[in-house]
């Protein structure tokens, strides 16, 4: 994933391009860079590093005549993260310049077939080739060549471009990557996100897939890949500036994390009647398309796939549907049997993730009914499922997710306890009992995050420790798993996620004094087992932290016990990872690292 931003219109054009990709750095940050358009010349300023380092680059006053402009923050796919393979990209006569996020899949033939034409490439990435391909097309008008572009390119991209020859034309194209316009007064942005120009104006509009966008100062033109005139739908963007910022915390994934309570209690908002049952109507699925569902398939990466498990035990236990979770990388390609009583559930906050996406395209191409689980209003997961449903957490910047994941988790018990109440599979009264439980979840979740100095105290003794297992049984396994991933990604350590009850078949032998193990139990049907469990790890010279209920006597196995307050299984994985984030968190931060941005990683992948 990478940021796009561009600009045209009166204002100075890096004092919009520059902060605009700082918005857009949790996208990807290995390189960084801008190209403007004077008329007569076009400067390209890039270098490897972070939005901080290309401003070094900068020399305000001799880039002040730009008439628009364009830049990137790269997550590298092709070609290292170096200056060299930064973006924007140029043609041999740096008439062209490109910046583009995604992945052109038939880039080496086109490149190639320039090649032979006599074009000479700089870098080592699939997007050079788009500038090329447009200065081979001679005197064609730009939004008309990127058009033959994107008939051409194969796979996933959005693009901004311009040429020097139109220096008051900025042209975008999406097919898969996201990208939005903004409308000023006088003035018009380009973006992978919103942010990006939200200081400026609040107008946008959505470019669909295929379609080719033509920015003036003045117009906003769409057109679809045949050149025909496309409306522009406008929408007010309704959420604040501020809610993408950080707040007064120290890092976005503490905000985050102490937001849970608000995003909790707004994913559940309107979506519980007076009785105490389940409203999805918002999924305008007729009730008889539900009862005739056999199986139930939930499909997901990472976080979101901790939420697939969790989920499994939910439409499992409440709905009696048989659920397959599968890692959605995994999903075609093990020629899963589906069918039009099939029910495929895709959840991904961003609802861009590459790998969700084909999987529930490939569902959908077996005629199973598709609900799509997505953060991201009108996000690709979102308009490609018949139906969706969405988290309402609000922007997400950490690159770790955290509300996001809460919120997934209350959203699929929603659907499980949905689904449930469609099949006449559970009984209203237990339904009202569950939902009028979910409806204290966000106080809970408050009550945790005061505990966080306390977590904090305890992770100070970890600093070092380089080996972890989050160990849990049947709802507590994928808080567990959360967990460890949290670790991971965050803290640079090796956390390993395990089922409690499979840790004697083989990981046992890892267990040793020095080793932190992490215990969660809330899940009342199994406390008893995972706690023995726990025993056998203490007896291998384990440090024991326990993740228990308020008031549950745990006996002494325990080197550490953190609080959750108590609440009916399943419910509970919502309290008990919070901890763990905690956890993660202070474990990384006295490390030294930053959270935001984990080395390595992107807040949403695009590339299979
Ligand atoms: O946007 P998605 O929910 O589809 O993202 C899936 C994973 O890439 C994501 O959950 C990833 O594992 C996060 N970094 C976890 O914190």
């Not at 949790?26 to 400067?43: E, K, P, T, V």
């Not at 080739?129 to 730009?142: F, K, S």
């Not at 919103?194 to 104006?201: K, S």
Request: proline share 4%.
């Amino acid at each position: 994933m990478c940021g796009i931003v561009g600009y045209v219109g009166p204002r100075p054009v890096i004092d919009v391009l520059v902060p605009g990709l700082a918005h857009l750095e949790y996208r990807g940050y290995d390189s960084a860079g801008i190209a403007l358009n004077h008329g007569n010349s076009l400067s390209v300023l890039k270098r490897a590093g972070r939005i901080a380092d290309l401003r070094l680059l900068i020399d305000q006053e001799s880039l002040d005549d730009a008439i628009s402009g364009i830049g990137h923050t790269r997550w590298a796919t092709h070609g290292a993260p170096n200056s060299g393979n930064a973006h924007p990209h140029v043609d041999c006569d740096r008439g062209v310049a490109v910046v583009h996020n995604g992945i052109i899949e038939n880039w080496a033939v086109l490149k190639e077939k320039l090649i032979g034409a006599g074009h000479e490439f700089e870098s080592d990435t699939d997007s050079e080739v788009v500038a090329h391909m447009i200065e081979d097309m001679g005197d064609v008008p730009l939004a008309e060549a990127v058009r033959r572009v994107m008939n051409q390119a194969e796979g996933a991209l959005a693009l901004a471009v311009m040429r020097r020859s139109e220096p008051d034309v900025l042209v975008g194209a999406r097919r898969g990557s996201p990208l939005v316009v903004g409308r000023g007064d006088g003035e018009n942005f380009l973006a992978s996100d919103i942010p990006a120009f939200l200081e400026h104006t609040r107008e946008m509009v959505v470019v669909d897939d295929d379609r080719v966008v033509e920015l003036r100062a003045d117009s906003v033109s769409l057109t679809d890949l045949e050149g025909n005139a496309i409306e522009p739908v406008q929408h007010k963007v309704d959420w604040n500036f501020e809610a993408a910022e950080r707040d007064g915390y120290p890092t976005f994934m503490l905000k985050e994390i102490y937001e849970q309570p608000h995003a909790i209690a707004d994913t559940l908002a309107g979506r519980v009647s007076p009785t105490g049952q389940v409203v999805l109507d918002e999924l305008e699925i007729d009730g008889r398309m539900l009862r005739a569902i056999d199986k139930v398939f939930v499909v997901a990466c990472g976080t979101s796939y901790h939420a697939a498990m969790m989920a499994k035990y939910a439409i499992e236990r409440w709905a009696r549907l048989p659920v397959e979770i599968d890692i959605a990388s995994e999903f075609r390609y093990r020629d899963p049997v589906l069918d039009s009583r099939s029910l495929v559930i895709g959840i991904s906050q961003s609802g861009e993730t590459i790998d969700t996406l084909a999987a529930v395209r490939y569902a959908r191409a077996q005629g199973s009914l598709v609900i799509g689980v997505s953060n991201v209003v009108e996000s690709a997961l979102a308009r490609e499922a018949d139906a969706v449903l969405y988290t309402r957490a609000g922007p997400e910047i950490g690159v770790a997710a955290t509300k996001t994941f809460t919120t997934q988790l209350v959203a699929m018990q929603l659907l499980g306890l949905y689904l449930a109440q469609v099949r006449g599979a559970v009984d209203p009264g237990a339904v009202e009992v569950l939902v009028t439980e979910m409806l204290r979840l966000p106080d809970q979740v408050e009550s945790v995050l005061s505990t966080s100095d306390a977590i904090e105290k305890l992770s100070r003794d970890w600093t070092d420790t380089r080996d972890y297992f989050f160990l849990g049984r049947s709802g507590d396994f994928p808080v567990a798993m959360e967990g460890a991933l949290k670790l991971k990604e965050i803290a640079y350590v090796r956390a390993e996620g395990y089922a409690a009850g499979e840790m004697k078949h083989g990981p046992i032998a890892l267990i040793e004094e020095g080793v932190v193990v992490v215990g969660v139990v809330t899940d009342s049907h199994v406390r008893t087992k995972t706690l023995s469990n726990m025993e056998e790890m203490k007896a291998r010279g384990g440090t024991i932290v326990l993740v228990a209920e308020e008031g549950d006597d745990v006996g002494n196995v325990a080197d550490h016990v953190i609080r959750v307050p108590a609440g009916p299984d399943l419910l509970c994985t919502v309290t008990a990872v919070v901890p763990l984030q905690l956890l993660a968190y202070h474990i990384a931060t006295a490390r030294g690292m930053d959270v935001d941005k984990p080395r390595n990683l992107a807040k949403t992948v695009t590339v299979e």
